[in-house]
């Protein structure tokens, strides 16, 4: 009866636990999902979240806990030593005066130190104090380099989905039209009014359609996957994106009229910093020249295994008498010759100095086309969206009047199919060239260095 009680209170303790343990899961399984996948909440996700954000923040974390480890060598550094020496025979020692060959000493000494020492001058420390800012902003830097790069990247992203996703939408709609054109086309046909050509033309770009839309279906389930994998987003989790055509079309334009600063570019702030950290290597290499000085001091807690009988060959009397002794010592150490290693690292030193500020025009003359490039896409793509945005209502008009006329004999069905063709081609068209010129703007914006974190 007992092991029956204690049966039916584990399994209720089993039956309280699971739930809230289930419950628990699928509470930061939802909280890590995006309820609206908005442009500016997947943006925000992805910089929270992608791993190599996350490894960045990681490596500043790291830098400053390696400035931090360095510059505590300038401050006073304190041990403390104990040494315990037992002497199985003492060590001999020859003496004129004394007759020849002599041993003396005590069997058993112990030593506890307190060791206390300053580093006055050293360029391991001198570069680590000079060098700390600089070596925080590059970390820093780099991960603001890294959620530019990851921004343009998921913008782009999100904008390939979303044509994708209108491709779709056009091509549902579209499918909808051409199998209400087949049902009229085959009327027609069982009524004797047209040949079978027209009923066949329909299934064939019925089938079409029906093909192409499959193809996109697919197609956007891997963009979908890639904006999740760019977003650190899970890959059981639902995507769902939000958008605004209207609100979105309000944000094509961008002045094309600003001139370019290559000093506003992160590129550019990150090749500086990385300049001043190589003038502090060259700046290392060149204090080798100068000596290293430090202070020590030392209290000692001197213990000799003497007895009061004189004997010292007991090991219980050696911490009965402390005979406590202090000194302070400044070390000085003058590099003379290293067979010319310290001038080879100099050199050595400034040729990376040198490459550095060829890469540093190098890459002053490479933003300049970027800036030009980046210019002309967006010029184009606004040209063509400003272009395509007409031809959509013309090709509804259209498409609308050849219906019409073809329902009532007047147009064959071919005309219709080229009018249904010209407007689905127009709305696909208008989406891809919106998407175009904003994927362009953002482009232009990293070239300008608008983007910045």
Same mark, same amino acid.
């Given at each position: 009866? @007992?092991?029956?009680?204690?049966?039916?209170?584990?399994?209720?303790?089993?039956?309280?636990?699971?739930?809230?343990?289930?419950?628990?899961?699928?509470?930061?399984?939802?909280?890590?999902?995006?309820?609206?996948?908005?442009?500016?909440?997947?943006?925000?996700?992805?910089?929270?979240?992608?791993?190599?954000?996350?490894?960045?923040?990681?490596?500043?974390?790291?830098?400053?806990?390696?400035?931090?480890?360095?510059?505590?060598?300038?401050?006073?550094?304190?041990?403390?030593?104990?040494?315990?020496?037992?002497?199985?025979?003492?060590?001999?020692? +020859?003496?004129?005066?004394?007759?020849? %060959?002599? $041993?003396?000493?005590?069997?058993?000494?112990?030593?506890?130190?307190?060791?206390?020492?300053?580093?006055?001058?050293?360029?391991? %420390?001198?570069?680590?104090?000079?060098?700390?800012?600089?070596? /925080?902003?590059?970390? $820093?830097?780099?991960?603001?380099?890294?959620?530019?790069?990851?921004?343009?990247?998921?913008?782009?992203?999100?904008?390939?989905?979303?044509?994708?996703?209108?491709?779709?939408?056009?091509?549902?709609?579209?499918?909808?039209? #051409?199998?209400?054109?087949?049902?009229?086309?085959?009327?027609? @046909?069982?009524?004797?009014?047209?040949?079978?050509?027209?009923?066949? $033309?329909?299934?064939?770009?019925?089938?079409?359609?029906?093909?192409?839309?499959?193809?996109?279906? *697919?197609?956007?389930? @891997?963009?979908?996957? !890639?904006?999740?994998?760019?977003?650190?987003?899970?890959?059981?989790?639902?995507?769902?994106? %939000?958008?605004?055509?209207?609100?979105?079309?309000?944000?094509?334009?961008?002045?094309?009229?600003?001139?370019?600063?290559?000093?506003?570019?992160?590129?550019?702030?990150?090749?500086?910093?990385?300049?001043?950290?190589?003038?502090?290597?060259?700046? !290392?290499?060149?204090?080798?020249?100068?000596?290293?000085?430090?202070?020590?001091?030392?209290? =000692?807690? +001197? @213990?000799?295994?003497?007895?009061?009988?004189?004997?010292?060959?007991?090991?219980?009397?050696?911490?009965?008498? =402390?005979?406590?002794?202090?000194?302070?010592?400044?070390? #000085?150490?003058?590099?003379?010759?290293?067979?010319?290693?310290?001038?080879?690292?100099?050199?050595?030193?400034?040729?990376?100095?040198?490459?550095?500020?060829?890469?540093?025009?190098?890459? *002053?003359?490479?933003?300049?086309?970027?800036?030009?490039?980046?210019?002309?896409?967006? &010029?184009?793509?606004?040209?063509? +969206?400003?272009?395509? /945005?007409?031809?959509?209502?013309?090709?509804?008009? %259209?498409?609308?009047?050849?219906?019409?006329?073809?329902?009532?004999?007047? &147009?064959?069905?071919?005309?219709?199919?080229?009018?249904?063709?010209?407007?689905?081609?127009?709305?696909?068209?208008?989406?891809?060239?919106? +998407?175009?010129?904003?994927?362009?703007?953002?482009?232009?914006?990293?070239?300008?260095?608008?983007?910045?974190?």
């Amino acid at each position: 009866m @007992y092991k029956k009680f204690n049966q039916f209170k584990y399994l209720l303790l089993a039956v309280s636990i699971v739930p809230n343990l289930l419950f628990a899961q699928h509470k930061v399984e939802a909280d890590s999902l995006l309820n609206e996948a908005s442009l500016e909440n997947v943006i925000q996700y992805a910089l929270k979240h992608y791993p190599l954000i996350q490894q960045s923040l990681i490596d500043e974390e790291t830098t400053n806990f390696q400035i931090k480890s360095k510059l505590a060598d300038w401050y006073p550094q304190l041990n403390f030593n104990y040494n315990l020496l037992h002497n199985f025979v003492l060590q001999p020692s +020859y003496s004129s005066q004394l007759g020849g %060959v002599f $041993r003396f000493g005590v069997i058993n000494t112990s030593l506890g130190q307190f060791a206390l020492s300053q580093t006055l001058f050293n360029k391991d %420390v001198l570069l680590a104090a000079k060098s700390a800012d600089e070596a /925080r902003l590059n970390t $820093r830097q780099t991960t603001m380099s890294r959620k530019i790069d990851l921004t343009v990247n998921v913008t782009k992203a999100f904008y390939d989905v979303l044509a994708t996703s209108q491709q779709i939408k056009v091509g549902q709609g579209d499918i909808v039209r #051409l199998k209400q054109n087949l049902t009229t086309a085959k009327s027609q @046909y069982d009524a004797g009014i047209v040949d079978k050509t027209d009923f066949k $033309r329909a299934t064939i770009t019925l089938s079409n359609t029906l093909a192409t839309l499959k193809s996109n279906q *697919e197609l956007l389930k @891997y963009k979908i996957e !890639y904006l999740k994998q760019l977003m650190g987003y899970p890959v059981s989790g639902k995507l769902d994106i %939000v958008f605004d055509t209207l609100q979105m079309e309000r944000e094509i334009f961008i002045d094309t009229t600003q001139q370019l600063d290559h000093t506003q570019r992160i590129e550019y702030k990150l090749y500086q910093t990385q300049r001043k950290l190589q003038e502090y290597n060259v700046k !290392y290499n060149q204090w080798s020249f100068l000596p290293t000085a430090s202070l020590n001091g030392f209290y =000692n807690l +001197y @213990y000799l295994g003497i007895a009061d009988n004189g004997k010292s060959n007991d090991l219980s009397e050696l911490y009965k008498k =402390n005979t406590p002794f202090s000194s302070a010592t400044l070390n #000085l150490s003058f590099p003379i010759f290293q067979g010319g290693k310290r001038i080879a690292n100099i050199k050595q030193q400034k040729s990376v100095l040198r490459r550095l500020d060829l890469d540093i025009s190098n890459f *002053e003359l490479a933003i300049n086309s970027q800036y030009a490039q980046a210019l002309a896409a967006y &010029k184009a793509n606004l040209n063509t +969206y400003l272009t395509l /945005r007409e031809n959509v209502n013309l090709a509804k008009e %259209v498409y609308d009047i050849i219906q019409l006329q073809y329902k009532s004999g007047v &147009k064959n069905y071919l005309e219709v199919i080229t009018a249904e063709t010209d407007l689905r081609t127009a709305r696909i068209n208008y989406f891809n060239s919106l +998407y175009g010129v904003l994927a362009s703007k953002v482009d232009l914006q990293k070239a300008l260095g608008e983007i910045n974190y």
